[in-house]
């Protein structure tokens, strides 16, 4: 199957079984080095992308489901100043996922700050707390990832607040 995508920014077209797994293709057709330890089983979370700027486990997405869409991966992610603003967040809180997690946290709680840096609905932390559970690693504990996620979020809203002045 031929299917047209954009990854990290990049048009592609190309040539895979269209039941071949997301995380799959970004690692043997585009290797995608921050998915390389990644379980194909839905249990650990490490696999997360963006899709469409939201956080899925992409070992449970078919490569069917991603024509015409937009991935966005760690290795993409980590060049952007959004990274920055979540990268900032980890240092000021004191807290770090480990070195297992760290890409997969990182792109959950961008998907998070996503859908709230429009200030127009406050954080819904039960749904943070939901969303939180996807990585299984428990090197980060609750508060901690929901300071980082609010840090984060401030963070870019300062930014974009700046960027409009």
Not at 40 to 48: D, E, T, V
Not at 59 to 83: A, H, I, Q, W
Not at 90 to 102: E, I, N
Request: aromatic fraction near 6%.
């Amino acid at each position: 199957m031929r299917i047209e995508l954009t990854v990290d920014g990049k048009y592609l077209a190309l040539s895979v079984s269209s039941d071949k797994p997301l995380n799959l293709l970004l690692q043997e057709d585009l290797e995608t080095r921050s998915l390389t330890d990644c379980c194909n089983c839905a249990h650990c979370g490490k696999c997360i992308v963006l899709l469409d700027g939201k956080a899925v486990l992409s070992c449970l997405v078919p490569s069917f489901e991603v024509r015409g869409r937009n991935v966005v991966t760690f290795d993409g992610f980590s060049k952007t100043r959004d990274y920055r603003d979540i990268e900032k967040a980890y240092s000021s809180m004191q807290a770090w996922p480990c070195d297992g997690c760290y890409a997969a946290r990182t792109l959950l709680i961008e998907s998070i700050v996503r859908r709230y840096e429009s200030g127009s609905s406050d954080l819904d932390e039960e749904e943070v707390l939901q969303e939180a559970m996807l990585v299984s690693c428990p090197c980060m504990d609750y508060d901690s990832f929901l300071k980082v996620v609010k840090e984060s979020l401030m963070n870019r809203r300062k930014r974009k607040n700046v960027r409009r002045a």
